[in-house]
């Protein structure tokens, strides 16, 4: 699927020029206060974003700290994207010279293996010897896997020697990981040689990981950035609200959701009104440790959460690798009003260190503007320009010009890279070294980092 | 003028492609050196070096700290170039705001504003707010420059205020030169705040530097990398000599001038003879503080030096701004052989901080592969792709990819940059505060630092 040319934003008049203009006119002071706050704050490896555009809100939904679809950049984007890579190795581990990148453990995905591949290649560039281990019990000889295209992708696997992590022949100096660790710590990769560089840390993964502890890192990134700029606050940042103690095959919980959904929904639809915004609130009810665009729900009346079905509930209580869902965050909705050849589009920004890399838009010809849109079915396109999203074009009207409206996207990108910073650095305590052995959850110490208290919150909103 | 290809490298054969291996097949040793060397030494905020290839040669011979021809390069280069001088200025200065860019003081050569005006919007790009403050006594109040495209250029005189430089209403953190000082170092800059940031450093400038100096810090990172890659030194490094105490004018010096050239030119016939290389030797004679490609000349012959015409001795007596030529450097000439459509062509590679950011060809059609090209009536060719010089394609056959081609390039620059970093940092000591009024020279302590002595000294070649 290509572009025609740049995506059509339905709504591409008002309240999202005046944003747009605003962040141009600030690019001084917003640059600024990145450079500050990058110095404060170390970065992620790597990270993806998904941002939602309603014209009236413009708004990361999800950070992912493991990117699949690096295979979905434009090849134009790949110098910018070696170059990041270089500066993400020179600060984490300059003397290193080889690198072992672990991948999901699913290896028969061929689209999945492409990103894999693409990355060897982005490593590889700056000068490091890369070779790819998987956790898989699959897998347990080395093994070539034919791409299309020609391309080959040599995995191995992995294996333990003493502190050390690696292959049969090959001790890595990082190990980066690109799996998410859903499935919990494997032992592998515990209590690992200091000297080891492991990237991004066991904490980033889905074992330890929640998304309402990162959007309460983001509230706070959110707020300063709207004060920087003068803007509502709100148009950044969607409400939130959380759920522990969920037990979807028992029923268990259900109150908690509904209560919850209900709050959100009213405090959305006050927003509107206040604002004089004619749609009909909705919120996305998802796994707070979800990933993969598994266990979620666009929901539009609390009702709508009582008593599900046994499909829906069976749906809701696992998501990937078989991991039990007990927590969800209840997210506000945000519509996506803008298309691709009549197709809902939103899109989704790349970033290795604090660079932004490139990005594409995610295309769902059979979802609706308040759907999510990762779900088979899918397709990419990759946004039109080399890497447009450092090259704003400050004389362009509001609105006429892509590599603006990218900046724009660039700059959201990084705000939520800079919120992923923050959490990683209030969840370290989590897997502190007493509790490396067993943090498969949420651990008293991460909870206390993150004045996280049981029960029931609405974020932003509070 | 447009590359309707790949230039034509006439001699791509034997020598050449052996080091292009070399380099392919070291990369990760490359890499993991170069990281190294900038972990101990810190890059010039930019720079661009003249490479020549022979086929049997592949050398920097001009490295330049104040680089002019940024609007050289391919628009495709810029993202790149823009996510470099971020880092250049995190490095140097993290809380700037403003930058007021320095200029050098011939105003009207209109190829020489487009490479200002593409300076400045490289550097705003990254959230700097920049201004063009000039030197220049014709320039008394702010003027605007009309360029071809549409692009204007406000060009404003620069003000001191107390100890700081900066223009009538505007106090800028950094000060970026790019004015090389040959007409020695100007008032307005002496003895500054030192929280006002002055890149390059004022002993980066023509009023301080010597090329010999700088060939001899070259000397040695030529031949740490000759041996980490297995190749001999003189591949990649001209053999050169020095001579002080000249004055064309007055003929005095000229003896020194004919042994030196003498015995380089033996110097080469002998490395050449072991090499079977069938060539005549040629040296080139330029000033030791020279720039822009004044004051050069192709000897052949140690009797070309001596008796020189009025009219050479002119030409060879005063560089830019009129500074008298009283040191110069005897550089091993190094034969281009490579072509664009018939006209000889030779690389010249642009980095910023650490990161090669693009390049061109300098094409001229009226000179041969052993003269300077750096003359009127030269064109130049951007380089093939937008940022090919960390792009390498280690599948491809030697000689056939210019990728490859340009990824050696690029080596070739970040080694003739690392030298430069060396260069600073040991000739740092000639501006030590207590002399800052009044070095325009080379001061004893800089001679002491470099380990020079007066007379004559072939360089590498001892």
């Known amino acids: 699927m290509q572009p025609s040319s740049v995506p059509v934003l339905a709504s591409a008049a008002g309240p999202v020029l005046e944003f747009e203009r605003r962040i141009l006119d600030s690019m001084t002071d917003i640059e600024h206060w990145f450079r500050q706050n990058w110095q404060e704050h170390t970065p992620p490896f790597y990270g993806s974003v998904d941002l939602r555009n309603s014209g009236f809100k413009l708004a ?9 679809g690096f295979n979905n950049l434009s090849e134009d984007a790949l110098p910018c994207a070696v170059q990041a890579a270089q500066v993400a190795i020179e600060r984490n581990c300059p003397d290193a010279r080889k690198l072992l990148l672990i991948p999901e453990r699913h290896t028969r995905n061929v689209f999945y293996l492409q990103n894999v591949a693409r990355l060897v290649r982005l490593l590889a560039t700056p000068g490091l010897e890369v070779r790819v281990g998987t956790l898989s019990p699959d897998v347990t000889k080395p093994s070539a896997i034919s791409l299309p295209g020609g391309e080959r992708l040599m995995v191995e696997p992995v294996r333990r020697h003493g502190d050390r992590v690696g292959l049969e022949d090959f001790d890595p100096c990082i190990v980066l990981l690109n799996n998410d660790l859903s499935a919990g710590i494997p032992p592998e ?39 920087l700029i003068g803007v509502d606050p709100w148009t950044i940042n969607p409400l939130f609200a959380r759920c522990g103690m969920i037990d979807f095959r028992e029923k268990l919980g259900e109150e908690c959701l509904a209560l919850n959904v209900d709050r959100l929904l009213s405090e959305i639809r006050d927003r509107y009104r206040e604002r004089d915004i004619q749609q009909k609130p909705f919120v996305i009810v998802k796994a707070d440790a979800g990933t993969y665009g598994m266990g979620i729900m666009t929901v539009r009346d609390a009702s709508e959460v009582v008593g599900l079905s046994r499909k829906q509930r069976n749906k809701m209580a696992v998501v990937k690798e078989g991991l039990e869902v007990s927590d969800v965050i209840i997210q506000e909705g945000v519509p996506t009003y803008e298309t691709i050849d009549q197709a809902v589009a939103e899109p989704v920004v790349y970033m290795i260190d604090r660079y932004v890399v490139g990005g594409f838009y995610r295309v769902h010809r059979q979802r609706g503007i308040d759907e999510n849109l990762n779900a088979p079915g899918m397709e990419f396109v990759p946004l039109a320009f080399s890497n447009p999203c450092n090259l704003p074009n400050v004389q362009a009207e509001p609105g006429s010009s892509a590599q603006n409206r990218f900046y724009c996207y660039g700059v959201m990108g ?17 897997l502190a070294p007493t509790s490396v052995g067993d943090a498969e959850g949420l651990s008293p110490a991460l909870s206390h980092a993150m004045g996280q208290t049981p029960g029931v919150r609405v974020g932003a909103a509070s």
């Open 414 to 430: 990084r705000l939520a890279l800079l919120a992923a910073s923050i959490e990683l650095e209030r969840t370290a305590a989590a």
């Open 189 to 227: 990769l515990r209590g690992l040689d200091p000297t080891q560089t492991l990237l991004p840390p066991l904490h980033a993964g889905w074992a330890v990981r929640r998304k309402s502890n990162y959007f309460r890192c983001y509230d706070e990134v959110a707020e300063q950035f709207a004060q």
């Open 60 to 68: 990361p939904v999800d950070m992912n700290l493991f990117p699949g």
